[in-house]
């Protein structure tokens, strides 16, 4: 009998290969990213939260707001990634597309490499708890606090 934390594993562990293998093709990090996001979903969705840029030395806050389509649930999920092509601060903000799957039943892990249209990739490890399954494209936009 498989348990639910397994099945969960089995879902996630092609994802995480996907944000490993990355690496290679991303080139190096210049800088780390933590979040903290929910996400609720009835067929199309709401996604909010915030976010630390760790940069050059310092540290930046930011928003995160989105929304999906093809799920339904709700989970809150926090994730630490590192980003690439960033030049300033400032070309962090901008709206990110991705096609993830999500399946959270309690817990579940995840990994997904986001880019925006100034070039900036954001490779993240994510960790859930809720009940969502997702087999969702999903938009999102980061916006600095200042």
Do not use: C
């Amino acid at each position: 009998m498989v348990t639910r934390a397994a099945a969960v594993a089995l879902v996630a562990m092609p994802l995480l290969g996907v944000a490993a293998q990355a690496d290679d093709a991303l080139g190096t990090p210049v800088g780390h990213v933590t979040i903290k996001v929910q996400s609720a979903d009835i067929g199309i969705g709401r996604t909010w939260g915030s976010g630390r840029l760790t940069f050059q030395k310092h540290t930046y806050r930011f928003r995160i707001d989105g929304g999906s389509i093809a799920a339904v649930g709700y989970s809150k999920v926090t994730g630490s990634g590192e980003v690439y092509n960033l030049h300033a601060a400032k070309d962090l903000e901008g709206s990110y597309a991705a096609v993830n799957g999500e399946a959270t039943a309690g817990t579940g892990v995840g990994g997904i490499v986001l880019s925006n249209p100034n070039g900036v990739k954001i490779k993240l490890v994510t960790q859930s708890k809720g009940g969502r399954l997702a087999a969702a494209a999903q938009g999102m936009k980061i916006t600095m606090v200042r």
